[in-house]
């Protein structure tokens, strides 16, 4: 089976400090994207990557950063956490060519106070 | 841009009801369109895809037909359970050479004993 991993389930930060979400899979796949999930607002991409050290910005990319220095590994980076950040953040990876389909992780929801 | 929009609102109905929840694209030529759910918890999974027009998609009991005349890929399930209880969302591939999916906001739906 597929496993995407996310690093925590919950996690509660202050405002200003600087969160690391980590993201694992165990598929060899080449993509990994992170989503942040709101209510009425659904998924929405903040950024992916194709490839190790490889990244693009998806529709939200501002406020955050992220790093894949290995394939399987992928993390998303909060450099000062706002409120405007509370959010339930998941993870997905898929192969880059073939099957179309992405797995998610758990998700992480982070709380910013 | 390609684009997928999801009727209003949260769905509930009583067990063994027939239930239906829209979905309407937009893009630029044949892209894959996908139904994932999210049940209570728990990140997304692939319920059905379908990859050209006529096609249809089925598992669990959904299925959903890719209309290419009405830019449709409306899901329907015959009789639900309480299990189906879980939010539904309708997505497409957004481009070729990577995996990425634009995803509609999602319709919980909540199966009444």
């Known amino acids: 089976d597929v496993k995407v991993t996310q690093s925590s389930r919950y996690l509660v930060k202050r405002t200003g400090e600087k969160v690391f979400l980590e993201c694992v899979q165990d598929m060899d796949h080449e993509n990994m994207f992170w989503y942040r999930q709101d209510p009425g607002l659904g998924l929405r991409l903040i950024y992916f990557?194709?490839?190790?050290?490889?990244?693009e910005k998806g529709d939200i990319p501002e406020g955050y950063s992220v790093s894949r220095e290995k394939k399987e590994r992928f993390s998303l980076i909060l450099e000062s956490a706002s409120t405007n950040q509370t959010s339930m953040y998941l993870c997905?990876?898929?192969?880059?060519?073939?099957?179309?389909?992405?797995?998610f992780g758990p998700g992480t929801r982070l709380l910013v106070l | 841009g390609n684009s997928v929009t999801q009727m209003e609102g949260p769905v509930t109905l009583s067990e063994e009801a027939f239930l239906t929840i829209n979905c309407t694209y937009t893009a630029t030529g044949y892209p894959s369109l996908f139904w994932y759910v999210q049940y209570p918890g728990e990140g997304l999974q692939l319920l059905l895809k379908a990859t050209k027009a006529d096609d249809k998609g089925s598992n669990k009991g959904f299925e959903a037909t890719y209309r290419k005349e009405t830019t449709s890929f409306h899901l329907e399930k015959g009789s639900v359970q309480v299990s189906d209880s879980a939010v539904y969302f309708c997505a497409l591939r957004v481009a070729y050479g990577n995996n990425r999916l634009a995803f509609g906001k999602g319709n919980q739906v909540v199966v009444i004993p």
């Open positions: 997905a990876s898929s192969f880059l060519e073939g099957s179309e389909t992405q797995y």
């Open positions: 990557s194709y490839d190790v050290k490889m990244k």
